[in-house]
């Protein structure tokens, strides 16, 4: 049987930070999913299917990585692709309680469903998306923290070209 992650997230952009935390799955995991959340409650920079191009175009080399969109309950997503746990990427314990909170939900949900914490790469600790977008705005240069392809994507939906 594969064994099969769904690494689900806004990914508004997706950073350095969040392709280490799929690239080290990939080493537990037969095939990764990266799912991004389309999610009109949350206000986000770049469409649902924005978010998927990024992904696309930046996942591109890695075997195994398949980039999807859902909404609605995650374990449902995660019982219809036959996916086996969540991955979920911590930088601080900030985040450890919100995502602790929503893993032991997801539990309640669905007892099969596993969450895996990943301790984010020590140098990508202090990078968020909010972060490379507020940099862009002001002009700066965020090539250390996304992809090329995300820097111009980026520009163009802040019309800083």
Request: charged share 25%; proline share 3%.
């Amino acid at each position: 049987m594969k064994r099969i992650a769904v690494y689900p997230g806004s990914f508004d952009p997706v950073t350095y930070g969040h392709l280490d935390i799929v690239k080290r799955s990939l080493e537990l995991f037969d095939q990764v999913i990266i799912a991004v959340l389309s999610n009109t409650m949350k206000k986000s920079l770049f469409t649902a299917d924005e978010r998927y191009d990024m992904l696309m175009k930046v996942t591109s080399v890695l075997p195994n990585v398949q980039v999807d969109i859902f909404s609605g309950l995650l374990v449902d997503y995660i019982k219809n692709k036959s996916a086996i746990a969540i991955i979920k990427g911590l930088r601080a314990i900030s985040d450890f309680e919100h995502e602790f909170q929503m893993a032991l939900m997801n539990k309640k949900l669905n007892p099969k469903i596993e969450t895996l914490f990943m301790m984010t790469n020590e140098k990508y600790l202090y990078l968020s998306s909010s972060m490379v977008k507020e940099i862009v705005e002001l002009k700066g240069n965020v090539l250390d923290f996304v992809p090329s392809y995300v820097s111009k994507k980026l520009k163009e939906k802040l019309n800083l070209n």
